[in-house]
């Protein structure tokens, strides 16, 4: 009878563990950033076309010398979840444009420029937007996918990273938050 | 006998171009094939190094394996990091900075992390020493005499004896 239990009970445990296995789905990939409280990596990339009379020809992101918060959306064209959030973005940048940076990046979408535009004119984007062709400022950001947000704060630290959708209430709480530290 | 002498001469020119440029040619071939084995070695290192980094924007891929733009891109600055005359450890610790340990497809042994490296060794250990436990629990009891009981062993008895 003891017998019989320990076997009923070891046997469960690797029933169990098959099912998590087979049911577990796809990964989760909220992951927390590693640069969380640090100073973001700087980076210049060349703006997209429709916005160069307004913001010159590239777009300097230096920690050190940031003069007010500033928010970074990773996006590429072919993300559906991107075009969801496209307007959300807009918004924040009419609300907010005065007090903080909306930035852009499209990444992971190389030699897509062209798109890249269409995507902008599509949304009437206003805010400034730039391309990572290479994608190797989303590796130095530690990117996971698009589309990422990430909230700096006026000293370049990484106060916190959205991953997936943003909304206009998300957008108000944490730019608010930014706005007070 | 003047065509003989030139003849000659032209021969012990050749002679002398080739032995000026057989050295000239067996450099320039040691280079190359130098030049090759480098380029062997380095492509080797960086899918070696990018075997052990998890493809951040892939399900279950490693750097090495994937062909995701981000991989590529990942495997370029390796070999960029390589030329910088950093070593593998370093090689590394540049993408955890950026990803910390998930990046790893071997998680690091210390920490939390040590659970994955002891766990398995810990329950190897205990089966085996339940296996022989058993094991010896089994062959001991083979080999000891069975205890019958008198009444029992005389039951057998009658009974075989009424079937005869």
Partial sequence: MKRLIVVILVATFLGGLFLFGLLRGQPDRNIESNRLGREMPGFELPVHAPLLAEFGPTFEFNPEALDKPIIVNFWATWCAPCRDEAPVLEYAWQEYGDEVIVLGIQTQDRDNQRAG???????????????????????????????ETYFIRRDGTLAYKHVGIVTNELMDERIAELLQS | MIHAASGTSRRLGQLRLALVLLPVLLITLAGSLSVAQEA????????????????????????????????????????????????????LAYFQDRYGDWILLEPPKRGLHLLVWILPAVVGAAALVTLFIYIRRWTKAGSQPVEVDPEDRDRVRRALGESQ
């Avoid at chain 1, 730039?130 to 400022?137: A, C, G, L, P, Y």
């Avoid at chain 2, 279950?60 to 593998?88: F, K, N, W, Y």
């Fill in chain 2, 40 to 91: 062997v070695e380095l492509e080797a290192r960086v899918f070696e190094l990018a075997g052990q980094l998890r493809c951040p924007v892939c399900t279950s891929e490693s750097v090495a394996e994937s062909s995701s733009p981000t991989s590529l891109e990942m495997r370029e600055m390796i070999q960029e990091q390589i030329a910088l005359g950093r070593s593998d450890a370093e090689v």
């Fill in chain 1, 117 to 147: 535009v269409a995507f902008m004119n599509e949304f009437g984007l206003t805010f400034p937007n730039v391309i990572d062709n290479s994608s190797r400022v989303s590796i130095d950001w530690g990117l996971f996918g698009v589309p």
